[in-house]
């Protein structure tokens, strides 16, 4: 049998990551200016892993008692979207 063609959809946006500093109480020791200007970075950037570790970079910079590695798992686990598509199609 072969492999059909799959497609992976990746999406975030700065609501998402805002809701995941939120939930987790990240980002409470950087300023508004900050923030923002990461938040803006999100919507200009495709959630790869190159991108998750720039943002985790930055929100690990401005929070507590948080490594890297693991402000990506929790980007990666709340703040990002994964859909499927199969030859071109979602609802397959």
């Known amino acids: 049998m072969k492999t059909p063609n799959i497609a992976v959809n990746r999406r975030w946006s700065g609501m998402s990551v805002r809701q995941t500093c939120i939930k987790h ?10 923030y923002e200007h990461m938040l803006n ?25 948080q490594t890297i590695t693991n402000v990506m798992y929790l980007l990666e686990k709340d703040a990002v979207t994964t859909t499927f598509e199969i030859d071109g199609r979602d609802d397959i």
Not at 25 to 34: F, S, V
Not at 53 to 63: G, V
């Open 25 to 34: 109480d990240l980002y409470t020791c950087g300023d508004n200016e900050n």
């Open 41 to 65: 970075w999100v919507e200009r950037l495709y959630p790869n892993t190159e991108n998750l570790y720039f943002i985790a970079e930055d929100i690990q910079k401005h929070s507590k008692d």
